[in-house]
């Protein structure tokens, strides 16, 4: 069981906790009626995604003794045109940077990642279409 | 079409930004190679459940002239067992202080909420069964 807090603190401002003990900031923007003081609700679903997999993605490319440099996932959604503007479609770009990774060790981590570990892309598939691509930049 | 870049910082560290401009750190724990110096992605989830959530209830309950005091979001996530552990069910318990609130006006600003304004709620709903109830303290 995972539990977070949310408590109103003004505005449109809200200030959340949840196990790991650190606090996030949402606040709507001006256009509707907050002070931009924080992350868009919405947002934190893609970075959720973002961090989720991407975190499955290192570790897994360690275990394969890989000498990853940075990763960096792209992440973009699409919301329904009408309320409640809910996400229809992700898509995340990997852009794994490191000294002779292999495409093929890459390939399988982000598909493992997609496919069996990453908690977060599973909640959401049941909602948005997902899509993923990857990128290897030799540095 | 919204946007986030999350980017690998070291350990298991990421650094998630969205369009809005702010930052929020994420981490796994020490049971799975991280050092806890920020939220888990699947935290992110229940937070913009409970943020996204009490901002239409804020909204709605100002419209209805209620003298709202504090608003807090309890939110509660059942996770599968197996991998990929994604939420199955979320349990949200709005608790709402003020004076003299009307219990007709909060039910209905958590309905409006919960059916027809959360674009968070809306996203999580293919996936896990989402609960909520209420409850108003007189200050």
Redesign the interface.
């Known amino acids: 069981?995972?539990?977070?807090?949310?408590?109103?603190t003004g505005g449109?401002q809200?200030v959340?906790t949840?196990?790991?003990?650190?606090a996030?900031?949402?606040?709507?923007?001006p256009d509707?009626?907050?002070s931009?003081s924080?992350?868009?609700?919405?947002?934190?679903?893609?970075?959720?995604?973002?961090?989720?997999s991407?975190?499955d993605i290192?570790?897994i490319l360690r275990k394969k003794k890989q000498q990853v440099t940075?990763?960096?996932?792209?992440?973009?959604?699409?919301?329904a045109d009408s309320?409640?503007?809910?996400?229809t479609e992700i898509t995340i770009e990997y852009v794994v940077r490191g000294k002779g990774v292999s495409e093929e060790a890459v390939k399988r981590a982000v598909q493992l990642s997609m496919d069996?570990?990453?908690?977060?892309?599973?909640?959401?598939?049941?909602?948005?279409r997902i899509n993923f691509a990857y990128r290897i930049i030799e540095e």
């Open positions: 069981m995972a539990k977070a807090t949310v408590t109103f449109m809200f959340a949840a196990d790991s003990g650190h996030v900031v949402m606040d709507a923007g509707a009626g907050g931009n924080g992350s868009r609700p919405m947002e934190l679903l893609l970075m959720g995604i973002g961090g989720c991407g975190m290192i570790s940075g990763l960096e996932a792209q992440v973009n959604g699409i919301m309320y409640p503007h809910k996400y069996k570990y990453c908690s977060v892309k599973a909640t959401l598939d049941g909602s948005a």
